[in-house]
């Protein structure tokens, strides 16, 4: 089980929830938190979009088709989750990154993201 006293965002303060509607992370807690058992990383608070949900899914990875078997509700535009650090880099790389809540995004996340990326897409810039 996850700390919470632990748990700090990329500016080194509490990390904010991402989303309990729909309900996301890792302990589907609705934060951007993981352990060692979580070897996707999904650490990065972004806000979901037609065009991210198509290209991943064109990457194998249907966010949006519900899953019942596993309470997955699906994912729509507008919808903000906990995505996997190397799934936001590689859409990154793409030209297809969505945009971070950095307040909700997890410190561990830098240790595969670099922070200069991670503000270009950020929603919560002050």
Request: proline share 5%.
């Amino acid at each position: 089980m996850h700390t919470d006293t632990l748990q700090l965002n990329v500016f080194g303060e509490p990390l904010a929830e991402c989303s309990c509607k729909p309900m996301t992370g890792w302990y589907r807690d609705g934060r951007c938190v993981s352990d060692a058992t979580d070897i996707g990383l999904h650490l990065v608070c972004v806000r979901m979009t037609s065009a991210f949900l198509a290209y991943s899914k064109a990457r194998g990875n249907d966010l949006s088709t519900p899953r019942e078997e596993f309470g997955f509700p699906g994912l729509k535009p507008g919808d903000e989750w906990c995505l996997c650090a190397l799934r936001w880099q590689e859409a990154l790389e793409a030209g297809m990154a969505p945009q971070v809540r950095l307040q909700s995004t997890s410190n561990a996340a830098l240790q595969v993201l670099a922070m200069a990326d991670l503000r270009q897409h950020a929603l919560d810039l002050m």
